[in-house]
């Protein structure tokens, strides 16, 4: 055996997200020492995902990562056991030796994720552009943080408490006006808005939060010159 490994450091795996289909991508390290196949297991329900499976909300997920030594290379053991130091996502998986026989040659990894929640409490808005004396409202270049969100931009007028829609196509700014932003947003599938529980920010700054035609809704202001 012309090199022993002792250490692998795998990386690059897209670990369970919500309606996400299960990859088995992954970065090996060292490079050149030894191969990897992965499988996707349903540790709730006791099955194992096949091909396009995507991972599914109340679902406790693990992953199986089996390696192969290649020619001229083994693992490290310690009187039959795998004695190799194992990382996976910069995480620290289980490691077994895979092969009774040859111990060197075959050892699995597994890592299990906590279970997937549902319930979406929070979110992370960006992008959301002031309005511009030459551009009007921008209703379509934000960001959200959440995969399990969707949602659209409308603006309003609330200048001295009155709430008036600028229509979409009305690209005229006035001066001294307060003008707010609302982000509605809505939960895709297999996910659920905690309404009552629901904090968002926009841009950084606190959002304020309410609730429009069953939708939940970030709102925050902006002033124009006077």
Do not use: H
């Not at 369970?16 to 499988?39: C, F, R």
């Not at 199986?64 to 990382?87: E, K, Q």
């Not at 620290?92 to 906590?114: G, H, M, S, W, Y």
């Not at 629901?198 to 304020?208: E, L, Y």
Request: net charge negative; hydrophobic share 35%.
């Amino acid at each position: 055996m012309a090199v022993l490994i002792k250490n692998v450091d795998i990386s690059g795996l897209a670990e369970p997200v919500i309606n996400q289909t299960a990859s088995t991508a992954l970065v090996l390290s060292p490079e050149n020492a030894y191969g990897a196949s992965v499988q996707w297991r349903n540790e709730t329900d006791g099955t194992y995902l096949s091909a396009g499976d995507k991972f599914r909300s109340g679902k406790v997920y693990a992953v199986y990562c089996t390696l192969y030594a290649n020619d001229d290379c083994g693992f490290a053991t310690n009187n039959g056991s795998s004695a190799v130091t194992a990382s996976l996502n910069g995480k620290r998986p289980a490691v077994q030796t895979f092969n009774e026989i040859d111990p060197e040659d075959t050892i699995r990894l597994k890592l299990t994720f906590p279970k997937l929640d549902s319930d979406i409490t929070s979110a992370q808005i960006t992008g959301v552009g002031e309005p511009s004396f030459t551009w009007g409202f921008y209703t379509s270049d934000f960001s959200l943080n959440n995969p399990g969100l969707e949602g659209y931009v409308q603006w309003y007028d609330v200048t001295d408490g009155d709430s008036t829609r600028i229509a979409e196509y009305n690209r005229f700014v006035r001066y001294n006006r307060t003008y707010e932003a609302r982000v509605y947003l809505s939960a895709k599938e297999d996910y659920v808005i905690n309404a009552d529980n629901f904090t968002a920010t926009i841009n950084g700054q606190n959002a304020r939060i309410f609730t429009d035609n069953g939708k939940v809704v970030a709102a925050i202001t902006f002033d124009t010159p006077p």
